[in-house]
Nanobody
Framework: QVRLVESGGGWVQPGGSLTLSCAASGFGFSIFPMNWYRQAPGEKREWVGGITRTGATDYTDLVKGRFIISRDNTKNMLYLQMNRLQPEDTAVYYC????????WGQGTQVTVSS
């Protein structure tokens, strides 16, 4: 079955960096666009950015220039490199794929504070 497992979250000080990973299985990872979303406490889940099967990326303006999405189709892995993190980036981060229905991982917590 489809499985997405995020990892790499944690606590980081403002201005710091963190890289999240998403291990995908159960579907043809290399041919599907992938997305990162996040959900802060009390807020709706929001789209962070996405990557096509060939590596083209797009981001919400909130993270453009700070976050980088990449993928390794040989390892079925999705990544989110987050730089210059700010407290407002604090959220649970999810990877997502649409295969007819939306599939989500369990999420990984990122906390940015001093």
């Amino acid at each position: 079955q489809v499985r997405l497992v995020e990892s790499g979250g944690g606590w980081v000080q403002p201005g710091g960096s963190l890289t999240l990973s998403c291990a995908a299985s159960g579907f043809g990872f290399s041919i599907f666009p992938m997305n990162w979303y996040r959900q802060a406490p009390g807020e709706k889940r929001e789209w962070v950015g996405g990557i096509t099967r060939t590596g083209a990326t797009d981001y919400t303006d909130l993270v453009k220039g700070r976050f980088i999405i990449s993928r390794d189709n040989t390892k079925n892995m999705l990544y989110l490199q987050m730089n210059r993190l700010q407290p407002e980036d604090t959220a649970v981060y999810y990877c997502q794929v649409k295969l007819g229905s939306d599939y989500w991982g369990q999420g990984t917590q990122v906390t940015v504070s001093s």
